[in-house]
C-alpha cells in the first residue's frame, strides 16, 4: 500500500492525467471506475487533460448511481464530461452507468479504480454492515440497494463481489480528502477493522494494489 499527500485536492487532477496518461502510452485500451462524488470533479478534470488520441482509448464505468434526485451521471457531465461529449471528444458509450439489468460485459476488467471514501468509510453505496450480503455471488456483480444508509435510498452500485471480478488486478486510488474523512483514514491499519465496519477495509485486507491519496497531513487521531 502506498499513500500520496497532497497539500490540496487540486493536485488530484494532475495525478490522475498523469497515471491515465501513462497508460494510454503503454495500452490501446484503458478502463476506469470512477466514484460520483465530489472527488469526482478532480478526476474528470484530470482525465479531459489527455489527448483527443488517448482520450479515445478511454472506458469510464461509474461505480454507483442515484435512483432519485441529483444523478451521480450528472455530477460527471457537469465537471467536464458533458463538453467532451458534445465537442466529440469522447462519445456518450465511453461511459458505462450501473444496472443490474445491464452487466459488464466479459472483457470489462479495471486498469484504475478512483473511489472517495465517506466518513463512515463507505465506498461506491457500499455501507458498514454490507459486506457479508453484497460479497456473495448470489447478489451479482452490480445490485439494488434499497435501504442506502445515504439519501437517496435506492441506488445501484458495483458490489464487492463485483469489484473482486472486475478490479483484482486494478490500481486502486482510495481518496480522502477534507477534514471529515480523518477518522475514516485513522482506521487504515487499525487490525481490529475490516469490511463490515469500514468498507474500504475490503481493499487493504484482501491485498489489492491500493494507493491512499489524501490531504490531511496532520498526526491521525
Known sequence: MREIV????????????????LLCSKQQAVRIAVPGGRSVAFVI????????????KVQLYLVDERLSGQRNVDTLLDAGL????????????QL????PTNGFDEGDLFDLVYLGVG??????????????????????????????????????????????????NATIYLLFLGESKRYALSKLTDQNESAMTF???FFIDNQYDVCVVTDLKEQRR
Not at 458533458?82 to 462519445?91: C, P, T
Not at 458505462?96 to 444496472?99: G, N, T
Not at 454492515?129 to 440497494?145: F, K, M, N, R
Open 119 to 168: 466518513e463512515d468509510g463507505h465506498v461506491a453505496s457500499l455501507f458498514p454492515d454490507s459486506y457479508s450480503e453484497l460479497s456473495q455471488p448470489v447478489t451479482g456483480e452490480i445490485a439494488l440497494i434499497s435501504n442506502s444508509v445515504k439519501p437517496p435510498p435506492e441506488r445501484h452500485t458495483v458490489t464487492f463481489y463485483g469489484f473482486e471480478k472486475r478490479a483484482r
Open 6 to 21: 497532497i497539500s490540496h485536492a487540486d493536485e488530484l487532477q494532475s495525478l490522475v492525467r498523469d497515471t491515465i496518461g
Open 96 to 99: 458505462f452507468v450501473p444496472d
Open 45 to 56: 478534470k484530470g482525465l479531459l487533460e489527455l489527448s483527443d488520441d488517448d482520450l479515445k
Open 199 to 201: 468498507p474500504y477495509r
Open 82 to 93: 458533458g463538453e467532451a461529449f458534445q465537442n466529440d471528444r469522447m462519445a456518450r458509450t
